[in-house]
């Protein structure tokens, strides 16, 4: 079975800092990793996928993720916080073997102070 | 082009009602998926459906039940509604690939309370 970790319930970072959100995986074959954001109350918004190739993904609004296939991590990334970013953030996985859905971790709140 | 279209918005049932929560997915997208998302966790995947064949069912109870239409949108039906069920219930829509490199857009979902 596919899983994800999210091991930080929230991030506080400062505006203009750099922020890191923390995801590893677990799936029985090679992996497609996605993040999302949610806004209060709104659904999930895209930001990045990996799917093969480059390790360090770019996405929407500045965010970069970087794969790390020998510690199964997915590390979301950006070199300087704006108050806007803090939402809620969601890391997927897919399995590339067979058939399967896209898997959540139970997100990370990420808090910008200005 | 429109995003994911779900309605209601929002809903209050009390238990043992019934209901039905629509969505529209981006147009050109043929798949549409259903996740339920209680307060404090992630998405959890209730079903898939693909040129209305349903592609993938979650660990959830026979009182949910779903469909796809021609024209690709879907309904999620839950029966005998218990307080459990109360949740935001997601749809999203993808142009599946081959390989599943497919992305999932999401509409704003339905916020359903059970009283």
């Known amino acids: 079975a596919q899983s994800v970790a999210q091991p930080e319930d929230q991030v506080n970072v400062a505006e203009g800092n750099p922020l890191t959100v923390k995801c590893t995986y677990s799936?029985?074959?090679?992996?497609?990793l996605f993040w999302y954001v949610q806004y209060p109350n709104r659904g999930l918004q895209f930001l990045l996928k990996?799917?093969?190739?480059?390790?360090l993904v770019k996405g929407s609004y500045g965010f970069e993720a970087e794969f790390n296939k020998s510690q199964t991590s997915f590390h979301l990334k950006k070199p300087s916080a704006l108050v806007s970013d803090s939402a809620l953030y969601f890391c997927?996985?897919?399995?590339?073997?067979?058939?399967?859905?896209?898997?959540f971790g139970k997100g990370t709140m990420l808090l910008v102070s200005p | 082009d429109a995003g994911v279209t779900q309605s209601p918005t929002h809903l209050i049932k009390t238990r043992g009602q019934h209901v039905t929560l629509r969505c529209s997915p981006i147009?050109?997208?043929?798949?549409v998926s259903w996740y339920q998302q209680v307060l404090g966790q992630g998405p959890q995947f209730i079903f898939q459906?693909?040129?209305?064949?349903?592609?993938g069912r979650g660990n959830f109870p026979d009182r949910f039940s779903a469909r796809q239409f021609p024209n690709y949108s879907s309904e999620l039906n839950v029966n005998a509604l218990l307080l459990g069920d109360s949740a935001l219930y997601l749809c999203?829509?993808?142009?599946?690939?081959?390989?599943?490199?497919?992305?999932?857009?999401f509409g704003p979902g339905t916020r359903l309370t059970v009283l």
């Open positions: 799936v029985s074959g090679n992996p497609y």
């Open positions: 997927a996985v897919r399995d590339v073997v067979g058939y399967s859905t896209l898997t």
């Open positions: 459906y693909y040129e209305k064949e349903e592609r």
């Open positions: 147009s050109g997208h043929k798949s």
């Open positions: 999203a829509s993808s142009r599946p690939t081959s390989g599943g490199q497919d992305t999932q857009y």
């Open positions: 990996y799917i093969t190739g480059d390790n």
